[in-house]
């Protein structure tokens, strides 16, 4: 088999079968040399044969032209070129031509291919440098990406660590805004306990207030008020031991006591109001941080989410550089095997272009330069007692004794030329 041309290469004997007759050899030798020569299709004493046993195998090898016509031409081979050219008829001359025509054809297929693949063994070298630069650059591509995966997975550690800080500032916001609403509940119930004090003041004050227990609950409430927000303790007893007496009973002392209690309740009333007022203002602000602190914990937590998507996509881009770099790899290590592939592919399609120059184009030309000879050679394919037969018959037949020429004009007729 032959790998040029895109066919198969047949042997001699497929591209021509042997149809003739052999002669009967003296000996076994004989018998098996000759018979190898019937299956080659070539045989030393007929060149004719031979010659168009070359030509019919190239045009039955000729990747050109389909099968079928190179079955028709393969047929016409033998009754169009075995002729002299100037014998030839005239359907004779238009086969021959045609034989012609397929061979320059295939060998104009041959020398494309022989172009072709002469073009890649001269780039040979160059896609070695190729493949090595791919080889190269894949290596430096990998390296960034494994670069990029080590920063991304920093940047991701330290994006964690902003957002466990963002956590606990927003968690201590939280305490302070809950100890600053603490304080204030406390604050409004002191003022509440103080306002519950004053309305105890106007209720004594009252004339008209003539029941002896709710002015000892009132003027009670009063002093336990001051107890606790540390009021002067003989102040408190005096105040106790005025209330008790009716208001028209009381002295000028008395009304000073009264006065005096009175200003220290008010004043805590007013300085309690002006701390809820501070402290309304501190809990916003505090309320202010806590939202803030949530909104930068929020954002840090977004920053490591983004963080981590890079760093996925990193490594991803890394496994692909990966595999870039294997494939550039297996690239750069079979251009030895790949350059043996179309050196060999050239060395090949040179040979099958030699092949076809020195055989069927020679022996075509060879044909088309014979010239008819003045005795017709006896053909293998006509056995030797069929003309001694016809030369017989002609002779009792009133021709005469068979002769030398007869016998050729026979063979002649015989093999259509």
């Not at 088999?1 to 007759?21: F, I, Y």
Request: overall charge neutral; proline content about 3%; some cysteine.
């Amino acid at each position: 088999p032959s790998s040029s041309g895109g066919g198969v290469r047949l042997s001699l004997t497929q591209a021509m079968p042997m149809t003739a007759k052999k002669r009967a050899a003296k000996s076994q030798g004989g018998i098996a040399t000759k018979r190898l020569q019937a299956d080659r299709g070539v045989s030393e004493a007929n060149p004719l044969g031979n010659h168009c046993a070359i030509i019919a195998a190239a045009i039955n090898d000729a990747a050109p032209l389909p099968a079928g016509a190179r079955a028709t031409l393969c047929a016409l081979v033998a009754g169009a070129c075995a002729t002299p050219p100037l014998e030839r008829h005239e359907l004779q001359a238009q086969a021959a031509d045609m034989v012609g025509s397929a061979l320059s054809a295939a060998e104009a297929e041959l020398e494309r291919i022989v172009g072709e693949a002469s073009a890649q063994v001269d780039a040979i070298h160059k896609d070695k440098a190729a493949r090595r630069r791919a080889l190269d650059a894949a290596t430096w591509a990998l390296a960034e990406a494994r670069a990029a995966v080590a920063q991304r997975e920093q940047a991701l550690i330290a994006a964690r660590r902003a957002a466990a800080a963002k956590v606990k500032d927003l968690q201590k916001q939280r305490r302070a805004e809950m100890r600053a609403k603490l304080a204030r509940l406390e604050m409004s119930k002191d003022a509440d306990v103080i306002q519950q004090a004053v309305e105890a003041l106007h209720g004594l004050q009252c004339a008209s207030m003539t029941c002896t227990a709710g002015k000892k609950r009132l003027a009670r409430v009063v002093v336990d008020v001051g107890g606790r927000f540390n009021m002067d303790a003989s102040l408190l007893r005096s105040f106790l031991h005025m209330a008790s007496k009716e208001p028209i009973a009381r002295q000028g002392f008395d009304g000073i006591i009264m006065r005096n209690v009175e200003e220290a309740i008010v004043g805590l009333a007013m300085g309690f109001e002006r701390t809820l007022v501070s402290s309304d203002a501190t809990l916003a602000e505090r309320s202010a941080a806590t939202t803030a602190a949530h909104a930068a914990s929020a954002a840090a937590e977004a920053t490591v989410t983004a963080e981590e998507e890079a760093l996925q996509s990193a490594e991803q881009e890394t496994e692909v550089r990966v595999v870039a770099l294997r494939v550039a790899d297996q690239a750069s290590s079979n251009w030895l095997s790949d350059a043996k592939v179309v050196m060999d592919a050239y060395d090949h399609a040179v040979a099958d272009l030699h092949a076809l120059r020195v055989g069927a184009l020679a022996s075509f030309g060879h044909l088309q330069l014979s010239t008819p000879k003045p005795h017709a050679q006896l053909p293998l394919d006509v056995p030797a007692q069929s003309l001694t037969k016809a030369a017989t018959e002609a002779g009792a037949a009133g021709v005469g004794k068979p002769t030398v020429q007869m016998c050729s004009d026979l063979a002649v007729g015989h093999i259509g030329i």
